[in-house]
């Protein structure tokens, strides 16, 4: 008889998790943007093959870190999908799916690049995307690693046994993939600025009162801590150290980022008063609301995103956000589109999310 201890079958399958289900698709949505961002002035008549690039000699102008980042970006997306078919298609099937997913989805991608004037197709990004999305998906199947066994482990040790859970699980995602952009207030989303145009003009730039950053910081801090606590299987009395683990992991994730992107002398732009007061009195209330009734929290967080975004919107243009703007260039112009909108719309997806399973919380 097989031991319980090991949850994998012998055909390699493992048992069924949403999670995987859920973060496959919306990482393929990510990589799909960030790859055709901005979407802008797309030329169709006059154009040659869009597979031509296939037989064009190696770039003439091309760094390690172009190839770097174009391997590194398909890998979480072989992972997820090898992760998600292992669970009806076994290791090898998974294995196979996954590379061919992640290799049409590259060459479909860079053939679009064809008909963007800011974009150039490139043989070896396409390569460089099939290997990320082979290597990310020969972790999840390799035999013996048992790293996804350990994610759903994980998921089913310290997150609720709810059918909401693996949705909220990604949004938490998306809420750590905002914080690679330098650009808002510190956790200061849902910014819509950028798509009007007003946020990239360093003329409006001028010091966002303390009181009113504080505001954002604290709304925001107060949101996501509730957020986070909604997905727990912990007791209430023990909140206090995941929510503690959760924080200093976002606020050190927010200084390496500064500290890359913007550089070391920019590093701590965003650690001013108003965001150290916000924090406090974020922390303060997330205190208070969590000693409270259970059904409250989702009206809480609802109330505080509503909130804070609408801070966010009718605070002036912070002068750190125009500091930042020499930071993206080459493929970080892509990705920082890709943050910029995940931080524009985060709130509103997370609202959704609270409407349609608020009431279960």
């Given at each position: 008889?097989?031991?319980?201890?090991?949850?994998?079958?012998?055909?390699?399958?493992?048992?069924?998790?949403?999670?995987?289900?859920?973060?496959?698709?919306?990482?393929?949505?990510?990589?799909?943007?960030?790859?055709?961002?901005?979407?802008?002035?797309?030329k169709f008549s006059k154009t040659p093959s869009p597979f031509l690039f296939l037989n064009t000699r190696w770039p003439e102008y091309w760094t390690a870190f172009d190839i770097v980042f174009n391997i590194v970006a398909y890998l979480p997306f072989g992972f997820l999908f090898a992760a998600f078919f292992r669970?009806?298609?076994?290791?090898?099937?998974?294995?196979?799916?996954?590379?061919?997913?992640?290799?049409?989805?590259?060459?479909?991608?860079?053939?679009?690049?064809?008909?963007?004037?800011?974009?150039?197709?490139?043989?070896?990004?396409?390569?460089?995307?099939?290997?990320?999305?082979?290597?990310?998906?020969?972790?999840?199947?390799?035999?013996?690693?048992?790293?996804?066994?350990?994610?759903?482990?994980?998921?089913?040790?310290?997150?609720?046994?709810?059918?909401?859970?693996?949705?909220?699980?990604?949004?938490?995602?998306?809420?750590?993939?905002?914080?690679?952009?330098?650009?808002?207030?510190?956790?200061?989303?849902?910014?819509?600025?950028?798509?009007?145009?007003?946020?990239?003009?360093?003329?409006?730039?001028?010091?966002?009162?303390?009181?009113?950053?504080?505001?954002?910081?604290?709304?925001?801090?107060?949101?996501?801590?509730?957020?986070?606590?909604?997905?727990?299987?912990?007791?209430?009395?023990?909140?206090?150290?995941?929510?503690?683990?959760?924080?200093?992991?976002?606020?050190?994730?927010?200084?390496?980022?500064?500290?890359?992107?913007?550089?070391?002398?920019?590093?701590?732009?965003?650690?001013?008063?108003?965001?150290?007061?916000?924090?406090?009195?974020?922390?303060?209330?997330?205190?208070?609301?969590?000693?409270?009734?259970?059904?409250?929290?989702?009206?809480?967080?609802?109330?505080?995103?509503?909130?804070?975004?609408a801070l966010v919107n009718i605070a002036p243009l912070s002068p750190y956000s125009t500091a930042m703007g020499g930071w993206n260039q080459g493929h970080f112009l892509n990705f920082n589109?890709?943050?910029?909108?995940?931080?524009?719309?985060?709130?509103?997806?997370?609202?959704?999310?609270?409407?349609?399973?608020?009431?279960?919380?």
């Amino acid at each position: 008889m097989a031991s319980t201890a090991d949850s994998r079958t012998p055909s390699g399958k493992v048992p069924e998790s949403r999670l995987f289900r859920c973060l496959a698709p919306v990482y393929a949505v990510l990589i799909v943007y960030a790859s055709l961002h901005p979407c802008s002035g797309w030329k169709f008549s006059k154009t040659p093959s869009p597979f031509l690039f296939l037989n064009t000699r190696w770039p003439e102008y091309w760094t390690a870190f172009d190839i770097v980042f174009n391997i590194v970006a398909y890998l979480p997306f072989g992972f997820l999908f090898a992760a998600f078919f292992r669970e009806w298609a076994g290791r090898r099937n998974a294995f196979f799916l996954s590379c061919l997913s992640g290799a049409a989805l590259g060459l479909c991608l860079e053939a679009l690049q064809t008909y963007l004037p800011s974009r150039v197709p490139s043989n070896i990004d396409f390569v460089c995307n099939a290997l990320g999305a082979a290597l990310g998906a020969f972790l999840a199947v390799w035999p013996g690693g048992g790293l996804i066994e350990g994610i759903v482990a994980a998921r089913t040790k310290f997150f609720a046994p709810h059918f909401r859970t693996e949705p909220g699980l990604a949004l938490l995602v998306l809420w750590f993939l905002t914080q690679f952009s330098p650009d808002p207030l510190l956790f200061g989303l849902g910014n819509l600025r950028h798509f009007s145009g007003v946020a990239a003009s360093a003329s409006f730039a001028e010091p966002v009162p303390l009181a009113l950053e504080a505001g954002i910081v604290a709304c925001h801090t107060l949101a996501i801590g509730l957020f986070v606590s909604s997905l727990l299987s912990v007791r209430e009395r023990s909140f206090f150290f995941p929510l503690a683990v959760f924080f200093c992991a976002a606020l050190l994730l927010h200084l390496l980022v500064s500290m890359i992107l913007p550089g070391p002398a920019r590093a701590f732009f965003w650690v001013t008063s108003g965001a150290l007061a916000g924090l406090a009195a974020g922390f303060a209330l997330l205190a208070l609301i969590l000693r409270g009734p259970s059904a409250s929290r989702a009206v809480f967080t609802g109330l505080a995103l509503i909130v804070g975004t609408a801070l966010v919107n009718i605070a002036p243009l912070s002068p750190y956000s125009t500091a930042m703007g020499g930071w993206n260039q080459g493929h970080f112009l892509n990705f920082n589109g890709l943050t910029r909108l995940t931080s524009s719309f985060w709130p509103f997806l997370a609202l959704f999310y609270l409407a349609a399973h608020g009431r279960q919380a």
